[in-house]
């Protein structure tokens, strides 16, 4: 559903890869333990816990015109000095000038804004695929 939802926004449906794909288990297994540790801790408040697809929350914000960056931003420091400009705007403020040196800081930082957009209510995330556990427990979003 994501993979339809990317192309009729423009992007390649190649960025979404199976969990089980040779390059994303390792990083699949990493979320899964990230997500036991972090539901153990004890807090004040509650903590919310989401699966973001980070160049999915760039595409589907950035304006038409400017969705070619989202398409070229892992290989193209161009493109990620303009998404890096572009987070600023979106209120994420204070972001360190470095961030566009890789696409990892950028997907963080484009992850951070769909969580944000997904938990408060003045925003709207613009894909969501609700939790059905026990097999996919959290929600899943750009």
């Known amino acids: 559903m994501l993979r339809q939802f990317i192309i009729s926004i423009g992007m390649k449906s190649g960025s979404i890869m199976p969990p089980t794909f040779n390059r994303m288990v ?12 972090i539901e153990n801790i004890k807090t004040i408040n509650p903590i919310s816990i989401v699966e973001v697809h980070p160049g999915a929350v760039i595409g589907s ?5 400017d969705r070619k960056y ?3 931003y892992k290989h193209d420091l161009s493109a990620r000095t303009f998404i890096r400009d572009w987070l600023g705007e979106q209120h994420l403020k204070e972001l360190p000038a470095f ?4 696409s990892h800081t950028i997907d963080a930082c484009a992850a951070a804004l769909g969580a944000w957009h997904w938990k408060d ?5 613009k894909w969501l ?3 059905n ?4 427990p959290y929600d899943y979003c750009c």
Do not use: M, Q, S
């Open 129 to 131: 695929l609700p939790a």
């Open 99 to 102: 961030i566009d040196k890789e």
């Open 26 to 37: 390792y990083l699949t297994l990493r979320g899964i333990k990230l997500t036991r540790e």
């Open 121 to 125: 209510p003045l925003f709207a995330t």
């Open 61 to 65: 914000r950035l304006p038409h015109e």
């Open 70 to 72: 989202v398409l070229n």
């Open 133 to 136: 556990p026990p097999l996919h």
